[in-house]
């Protein structure tokens, strides 16, 4: 795979998003490469802990907006499409394309019986925020930062973040991230909840190996069946019919005047003028 690798090390499968160039930000064949990975990691029974992580000191900025704008490639958005059949050109059709494989892997990640760490080192961003929080525990480096990011395109959420963060922060600073997009860094992030621990940039990636380890050597089926509890208490159940609503309406939205002003705003450089419709 050309942007996300996987390996493995002493019970722990460690998935690495390599597209550093591009803030680690997901087109449909990196979405595809991200859900194989992330599959095999989850299913895998030698495999007893997983950590995701970035490289190069980000995270994940979402899905590539860039790619979106060009309208993807032929290759990439036939494989949805009836033999024979074009869909109408369109934004939405290259957001549900990667949706698709990003929110399959996320229902992987909260339904794998084992823990699904999260290292998050620079910036996490739009998807890449619904991704860290998709995962069971989230650690930070110092210079991590955590932000919604949907409402400057003009964009609803997804990625499963609609669905978490009510749970994880309460419904009144959620909706604190989703209206007014505060940028949190790693020390805020973790005193609201959304970050199990911070560590110094130094030695990041080995601390958070190191913890990994040690939940690998831990009772592995006691964890998955803790977690699944958990996940059924915190209605986790509902995530998968969430993130198809959540794909249905971030690709009606993108077909909308002002993700087009936001997204011209956002490759531009400058703030959206939105007109509220």
């Known amino acids: 795979m050309r942007h996300v690798h996987s390996e493995r090390s002493q019970g722990v499968g460690i998935l690495t998003l390599d597209r550093p160039e591009r803030f680690n930000s997901m087109d449909v064949e990196m979405a595809h490469e991200f859900r194989t990975a992330a599959l095999r990691l989850a299913r895998d029974e030698s495999v007893t802990a997983v950590v995701l992580r ?17 309208g993807g490639t032929r290759e990439d958005l036939a494989y949805l499409r009836p033999q024979g059949r074009e869909e109408a050109p369109g934004f939405g059709v290259a957001f549900r394309k990667i949706l698709e494989y990003l ?12 823990p699904f760490v999260a290292a ?47 749970r994880l922060l309460g419904l009144r600073q959620a909706m604190e991230l989703v209206f007014l997009n505060p940028r949190l860094d790693a020390a805020t992030a973790q005193a609201r909840g959304l970050v199990t621990g911070v560590f110094p940039v130094e030695g990041f990636d080995e601390r958070v190996l190191e913890l ?13 069946v803790a977690k699944a509890l958990l996940n059924r208490a915190a209605g986790l159940d509902q995530l998968d019919a969430h993130l198809d609503e959540e794909v249905e ?3 009606r939205i993108a077909e909308t005047r002002d993700f087009a002003e936001g997204l011209a705003g956002f490759l531009e450089k400058r703030p959206a003028r939105f007109g509220g419709r």
């Open 249 to 251: 309406q971030l690709a």
């Open 212 to 224: 990994a380890r040690r939940l690998a050597e831990g009772p592995t089926e006691a964890y998955g």
């Open 54 to 70: 970035g490289r190069e000191g980000v995270f994940c900025s979402g899905a590539d907006l860039r790619y979106v704008r060009e």
């Open 120 to 166: 998050v080192d620079g910036v996490a961003a739009a998807g890449g925020f619904g991704i860290a929080m998709a995962c069971d525990l989230v650690f930070a480096s110092e210079r991590a930062s955590f932000e919604w990011a949907y409402g400057k395109t003009g964009l609803t959420g997804a990625e499963s973040s609609t669905f978490l963060l009510p």
């Open 103 to 114: 929110h399959s892997a996320i229902s992987e990640i909260r339904r794998a019986p084992k």
